[in-house]
């Protein structure tokens, strides 16, 4: 396999990265693949993350190709030390699997939080996701913690009535 990651380009998101961004979450964060989704994939979240934390949206091409995203934020609570970055969105497509694309995509995230001072990362995901969570614990982080979601179907509450 040759050297992907000189093929590779992370860049900061621009508008007309919009529309492939959004086609690809809507691809990958699925209710039937991730019925826990405790957020919702819609134009919404790109435009909202895109609008409000512009430096933290990045793409990644390879060969000129839209491969793959990462959307992230800062949280700076008052009162407390600790900035936290919280990388809210990562996917690349499956075509681009296995180039470095994410990699170089959280690589670059880190480095922008470094920059930024932040003192702490923050990713989520669903406990049965083995692939990030084996991403992840492959790049320091620690204490995954299973969520707990309580869920009430109001649709067939109002059935009933």
Not at 102 to 124: F, N
């Amino acid at each position: 396999m040759s050297d992907n990651k000189q093929e590779i380009i992370i860049r900061q998101m621009q508008i007309d990265d919009l529309a492939a961004v959004f086609h690809l979450g809507e691809k990958l964060f699925t209710l039937k693949e991730y019925p826990t989704l405790y957020r919702t994939w819609d134009e919404y979240e790109v435009i909202d993350y895109y609008t409000g934390n512009p430096e933290y949206c990045l793409v990644a091409l390879y060969e000129g190709k839209f491969a793959g995203f990462l959307l992230g934020s800062i949280i700076d609570k008052r009162n407390s030390y600790r900035k936290y970055g919280y990388l809210v969105w990562f996917g690349v497509d499956e075509k681009y699997q296995g180039t470095g694309a994410a990699e170089m995509l959280y690589e670059k995230y880190r480095e922008i939080m470094l920059e930024e001072d932040v003192r702490m990362l923050m990713v989520d995901t669903s406990a049965d996701n083995e692939r990030a969570l084996a991403f992840f614990t492959a790049r320091g982080f620690s204490s995954p913690k299973d969520h707990v979601y309580l869920t009430l179907n109001l649709t067939e509450e109002k059935k009933s009535q």
